[in-house]
C-alpha cells in the first residue's frame, strides 16, 4: 500500500492532489473508482493508520501541539482581541483534520447554502449540496439489544445510506445532558426534529460497533488502498505546483508539483490536473509559493507574479466559541470528562472502552442549539440597527466581492436565520480560570457563526515550511463582540432554571467568567481574551466571481489557470451556522463528479 519514493518521484499521473485531508482523500478514492485515470496524492503528515489517539474518541485536545498530529500554527496578534495570538490547530496527518476533529456531525440551514449559490455560483444550492452529502454518509444505530438497525438521520427515520462514512449517536449521555435539553426548553428554546433551528441531539462520525472515529483515511482510502492506480505518499510536503504557459487558452497550465520528502526535493508530473486540497490556511499558501496571488504579497518577497489574482488569502472568515463553566453539584453521579484527568479514573476508562463496556470514550458532545440572535437578547434590533447604519456609511470602503455578502449577512439577521449556537460541553472547557483537581463541572459553550469581520493569510517569506501570517481580524466588526456578549448575559441565565439549577445549585460555582465579571465592559473583555477557533476557517480561496475577489469558478478552477483546481473548504465565499466538516466531504464528493464529466467531454 505505502509507495516507494521512487514510484512518485519524476513519475507522471493524470492527477496529483496536494493533501491528503478530508476533502483530498475524498476525492482521491471517487477519481480512482474510474481504472484508466492514474492519482497521485501527497500528504505532508505520516499515516498514524491504527492510532488510539485517532480512533478512540473524546480525547479532545489530545492532538494538539503534537508535531504528528498538527500542524501547531497559530492567529498574528489581535488588535481588536487584547493583542493576543491565537492557536490554530489543524490536522496534519493522513485524513487531515477530520482525524483530529472533535466527531460532530451538523447541518447548516437550507438558505445558508443557498446564499452560497445567490452570491454568483449556479450548481451549488441546497439541492446539490444535500445530494452530495448523502453520498458520503451512513446512518447506523443500535438497537437495545446491541444490534445494527438502520439509522434516524437528524430529519427522522430514513433507510440506511450507502455512504462509506459512518455516522451515529454516542451510546452514553449522562443525566446532565437531558436536564440542560430541558432547561433551554424552559428558557423558550424549542426542540428541533428538524434542525439546524432549535436544541438537538448531535451525530458523530462515529463507528458504534468498532466504537472507533470514522475519518477519510477509515471511510474512503483504506477501502481502496490496495487500487494500483492510486497513490498516496505521506510525509511529503508540497512547496509549489510547477507551472508553464498554455499557448492556446493563454492560460497557466501546472505540469506538476514540487514537493520535500525525507529532506529532498522531488517533483511529480501532472498530464491533466494539480488539485489543492491542503486546507484554508495550506491552499493559499501554495498558490502564493507558485505566484498566483496578490501582487502586493508576492513582489516585496520576490516571487515572480504568474497569475495576478486578488482574491488568494482573503475574505477569511471563521467562528468562535467562549463558554461559561459552572462546577457540578457534589454527589452526582454523573460522569464528565473531568475524572480523566486523574490517572486511576482514565485507566478504568480505558479499561471499560476496550472490553466494549459504555463509557466516556463511547459518550461525546451531544446537546446542539442553533438559534438567531433574538432569542438571546431583547437588544437585537438595536446591535442590528447600529450595524447596519455603520455597513451602509462604509460600502464604498469595502474590497469587491464584500458588499453582496454583508447585503445576504443583514439580511439573515434581519429574517432571525439561526445563527448563534449554544453546545452542552460535558466537562471544563473556559477560560481563564483552571478547573480544580477531583470536581467536576459542566460548561455552555457558545459560538457565533456568521462573523461579519473579514481576515486574511498570506505568506511573509518564501520558506514553504513556515506557516503564513494567519490574521482573521477578530472583533474589527464590534457587532461580533456585542453580540457576543449578549449572548453570555442569556447563557449565565440558565444556572437559575429547572433542571438545570439541579446540576449546579450555586450561581457563585461559576468558574468562568466568575461571579465578579459584570458589566457590559468587563465582559467584553472576558470574550475577547477567552474566545478560541472552532477550527472551522473558510474563504480564502473563495468560489465567487472574478471581479467579486474570486479565486475559483464554480468548477473549482483557479481563473486564469487551465487545470489547477482547489477541493476543500477554502472555497466557501459565505460563512454557514454549521461545522464544517460535512461540508468538506460535500465540496469532494460534488468535485469529483465535476471532474469525471469534465473528462468525458474531452
Ligand atoms: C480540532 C478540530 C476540531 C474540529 N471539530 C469539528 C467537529 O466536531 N465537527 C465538524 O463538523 N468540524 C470540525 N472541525 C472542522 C473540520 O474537521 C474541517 O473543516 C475539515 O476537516 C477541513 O477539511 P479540509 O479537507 O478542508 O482540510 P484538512 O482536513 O485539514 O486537510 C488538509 C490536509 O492537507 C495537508 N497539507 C497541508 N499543507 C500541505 C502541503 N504543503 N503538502 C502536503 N500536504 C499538505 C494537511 O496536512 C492536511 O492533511 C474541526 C477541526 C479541527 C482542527
Request: with cysteine; charged share 20%; aromatic share 8%.
Amino acid at each position: 500500500m505505502k509507495p516507494s519514493i521512487d514510484e512518485i518521484s519524476g513519475k507522471t499521473f493524470d492527477f496529483v492532489i496536494i493533501g491528503g485531508g478530508t476533502a483530498g482523500l475524498t476525492l482521491a478514492s471517487r477519481l480512482s473508482e474510474d481504472p484508466s485515470l492514474t492519482i497521485a496524492l501527497l500528504e505532508a503528515g505520516p499515516a498514524n493508520l491504527d492510532d488510539p489517539l485517532i480512533l478512540r474518541t473524546s480525547q479532545y485536545g489530545a492532538h494538539f501541539g503534537k508535531e504528528g498530529y498538527e500542524w501547531g500554527q497559530s492567529t498574528t496578534p489581535q488588535v481588536h482581541a487584547n493583542g493576543k495570538s491565537f492557536y490554530w490547530p489543524r490536522g496534519r496527518t493522513l485524513g487531515g483534520s477530520s482525524a483530529i476533529n472533535f466527531l460532530c456531525w451538523t447541518k447548516p440551514p437550507l438558505q445558508d447554502i443557498d446564499d452560497i449559490e445567490r452570491l454568483g455560483n449556479p450548481g451549488w444550492g441546497w439541492e446539490s449540496y444535500e445530494k452530495y452529502l448523502k453520498r458520503a454518509e451512513r446512518f447506523v444505530h443500535l438497537g437495545d439489544d446491541g444490534q445494527l438497525v438502520p439509522g434516524l438521520t437528524a430529519n427522522g427515520p430514513r433507510p440506511p445510506e450507502q455512504g462509506p462514512l459512518v455516522i451515529s449517536y454516542p451510546q452514553t449521555l449522562e443525566n446532565f445532558e437531558k436536564k440542560a435539553y430541558q432547561t433551554l426548553k424552559n428558557l423558550g428554546i424549542p426542540d428541533a426534529p428538524a434542525p439546524p433551528a432549535g436544541t438537538y441531539a448531535c451525530a458523530h462520525t462515529f463507528d458504534p460497533i468498532s466504537q472507533t472515529r470514522t475519518y477519510s483515511t477509515t471511510a474512503y482510502y483504506l477501502p481502496v488502498a490496495h487500487r494500483k492506480n492510486l497513490r498516496v505518499l505521506v510525509s511529503a510536503t508540497v512547496s509549489k505546483i510547477v507551472l508553464n504557459h498554455d499557448a492556446e487558452s493563454g492560460n497557466v497550465l501546472a505540469t506538476g508539483v514540487e514537493f520535500i520528502h525525507e529532506g529532498k526535493k522531488h517533483i511529480v508530473h501532472a498530464s491533466k490536473e494539480v488539485i489543492l486540497s491542503a486546507g484554508s490556511l495550506k491552499s493559499p499558501q501554495i498558490l502564493e509559493l507558485s505566484g498566483i496571488g496578490r501582487k502586493d504579497v508576492l513582489e516585496p518577497l520576490g516571487i515572480p507574479v504568474v497569475v495576478d489574482l486578488p482574491g488568494v488569502g482573503e475574505n477569511l472568515q471563521e467562528h468562535v466559541f467562549t463558554g461559561v463553566s459552572w462546577e457540578m453539584r457534589e454527589g452526582l453521579p454523573d460522569l464528565t470528562l473531568d475524572i480523566l484527568r486523574d490517572p486511576e479514573q482514565l485507566a478504568q476508562q480505558i479499561k471499560a472502552y476496550e472490553s466494549k463496556q459504555p463509557s466516556l470514550f463511547t459518550s461525546g458532545i451531544s446537546g446542539f442549539t442553533f438559534q438567531p440572535l433574538t432569542t438571546y437578547t431583547p437588544r437585537a434590533q438595536d446591535l442590528y440597527d447600529e450595524l447596519s447604519t455603520k455597513i451602509t456609511e462604509n460600502m464604498d470602503k469595502y474590497p469587491p466581492g464584500l458588499r453582496e455578502q454583508y447585503d445576504i449577512q443583514l439580511e439573515r439577521l434581519e429574517k432571525g436565520a439561526p445563527a448563534f449556537e449554544l453546545i452542552s460541553f460535558p466537562g471544563f472547557f473556559s477560560y481563564p480560570n483552571p478547573p480544580e483537581a477531583g470536581k467536576k463541572y459542566v460548561t455552555m459553550l457558545f459560538a457565533s457563526n456568521h462573523m461579519f469581520s473579514r481576515g486574511n493569510a498570506h505568506i511573509t517569506s518564501t520558506d514553504p515550511l513556515a506557516s503564513a501570517a494567519l490574521d482573521p481580524h477578530y472583533f474589527e466588526q464590534d457587532f461580533d463582540l456585542k453580540s457576543l456578549v449578549e449572548v453570555t448575559k442569556f447563557v449565565r441565565k440558565i444556572v437559575g432554571v429547572k433542571p438545570y439549577d439541579e446540576i449546579v445549585g450555586d450561581v457563585a460555582k461559576e468558574i468562568n467568567p466568575g461571579p465578579g465579571i459584570q458589566s457590559d465592559e468587563q465582559l467584553a473583555d472576558w470574550v475577547k481574551s477567552s474566545i478560541g477557533s472552532t477550527y472551522h476557517t473558510l474563504g480564502t480561496l473563495s468560489m465567487l466571481p472574478k471581479d467579486k475577489n474570486g479565486v475559483v469558478d464554480p468548477t473549482l478552477k483557479v481563473y486564469g489557470t487551465k487545470n489547477i483546481r482547489v477541493v476543500d473548504l477554502s472555497i466557501i465565499p459565505l460563512h454557514i451556522a454549521a461545522h464544517t466538516l460535512g461540508t468538506v466531504y460535500s465540496i469532494a464528493e460534488h468535485a469529483a463528479d465535476i471532474i469525471k464529466e469534465s473528462l468525458t467531454r474531452t
